[in-house]
């Protein structure tokens, strides 16, 4: 089983950074796994947000975030994190950490394995 925790949300004015992490418990080989970053505003769709393979350096970004947000991970802690720069009022969401069984496409949906989620809000 894999388990997801988020941490790092908050409170932030505009223009601000916030960096989230997600810690990887997990019981499985994680080496074909990706893990991704989701968010969602009050409504009924969760957004992908950028992700990443546990194992190499490719990494894939939603346009809105594309040169703002940074993914990364520390496998030596089990953990991947999203650095977010320049954060705009729209950015305001849950934010949730997945993975995904995945050993050769860095996918965009289809994770099987989700956190809890931490919200950001980002003030005008």
């Known amino acids: 089983q894999v388990q997801l925790v988020e941490s790092g949300g908050g409170l932030v004015q505009a223009g601000g950074s916030l960096r989230l992490s997600c810690a990887v418990v997990s019981s499985l080989t994680f080496s074909s796994y990706a893990v991704g970053w989701f968010r969602q505003s009050p409504g009924p769709e969760r957004e992908f947000v950028a992700a990443i393979p546990w194992v190499g350096s490719n990494t894939d970004y939603a346009d809105s975030v594309k040169g703002r947000f940074t993914i990364s991970k520390d496998t030596a802690k089990k953990t991947v994190y999203l650095q977010m720069n320049n954060l705009k009022p729209e950015d305001t969401a849950v934010y949730y950490c997945?993975?995904?069984?995945?050993?050769?496409?860095?996918?965009?949906?289809?994770?099987?394995?989700w956190g809890q989620g931490t919200q950001v809000t980002v003030s005008s």
């Open positions: 997945a993975a995904v069984y995945s050993p050769v496409m860095l996918p965009r949906n289809g994770y099987d394995y």
